[in-house]
């Protein structure tokens, strides 16, 4: 079964592409069959790459997200994905005129204590956002592929 899976953050330059890069890249090992996207809920940013520091934190740890654009949040999106998943509770709030189910991202990393996905751009904390995203990836794809999630 192919699961479509959209992450929404705020301006689609941190947190959500990371999140649609690391979790294509760990899917892809598990040969998990995933369509994946990210958008953004504003959109100032829309068709620029990922944040230089977020994509120079994700390349050190082996995650290319160099070909990403940034993008908003359609209405098209609450009927092209099974699953959406945002960052914070304040990008699901943004998220209820979609009329489609919303989850937080560190519902799948229980074990984090996290309950958000701090948005490095403001943090400037680039490995300690992909740190948590990395675990939040592993509950989410242990989940979509039926094992047990650690928690």
Same mark, same amino acid.
């Given at each position: 079964?192919?699961? $479509?899976?959209?992450?929404?953050?705020?301006?689609?330059?941190? $947190?959500?592409?990371?999140?649609? /890069?690391?979790?294509?890249?760990?899917?892809?090992?598990?040969?998990?069959?995933?369509?994946?996207?990210?958008?953004?809920?504003?959109?100032?940013?829309?068709?620029?790459?990922?944040?230089?520091?977020?994509?120079?934190?994700? $390349?050190? /740890?082996?995650?290319?997200?160099?070909?990403?654009?940034?993008?908003?949040?359609?209405?098209?999106?609450?009927?092209?994905?099974?699953?959406?998943?945002?960052?914070?509770?304040?990008?699901?709030?943004?998220?209820?005129?979609?009329?489609?189910?919303?989850?937080?991202?560190?519902?799948?990393?229980?074990?984090?204590? /996290?309950?958000?996905?701090?948005?490095?751009?403001?943090?400037?904390?680039?490995?300690?956002?992909?740190?948590?995203?990395?675990?939040?990836?592993?509950?989410?794809?242990?989940?979509?592929?039926?094992?047990?999630?650690?928690?």
């Amino acid at each position: 079964m192919t699961h $479509r899976i959209l992450f929404v953050c705020l301006g689609n330059i941190c $947190r959500s592409p990371t999140a649609e /890069a690391v979790t294509r890249a760990k899917a892809q090992a598990l040969g998990l069959d995933v369509t994946l996207d990210s958008a953004g809920t504003a959109g100032w940013h829309v068709g620029k790459p990922p944040y230089g520091p977020m994509q120079d934190a994700a $390349r050190a /740890a082996g995650y290319d997200m160099s070909s990403l654009r940034a993008r908003q949040v359609s209405p098209a999106d609450a009927t092209a994905f099974d699953l959406i998943v945002a960052m914070d509770a304040q990008n699901a709030a943004d998220l209820a005129d979609l009329s489609a189910p919303v989850v937080l991202f560190t519902d799948y990393a229980r074990h984090s204590g /996290a309950d958000h996905v701090p948005d490095p751009y403001y943090t400037r904390d680039f490995t300690g956002a992909l740190a948590l995203i990395e675990a939040c990836a592993d509950g989410l794809l242990a989940e979509l592929s039926g094992a047990r999630p650690q928690v």
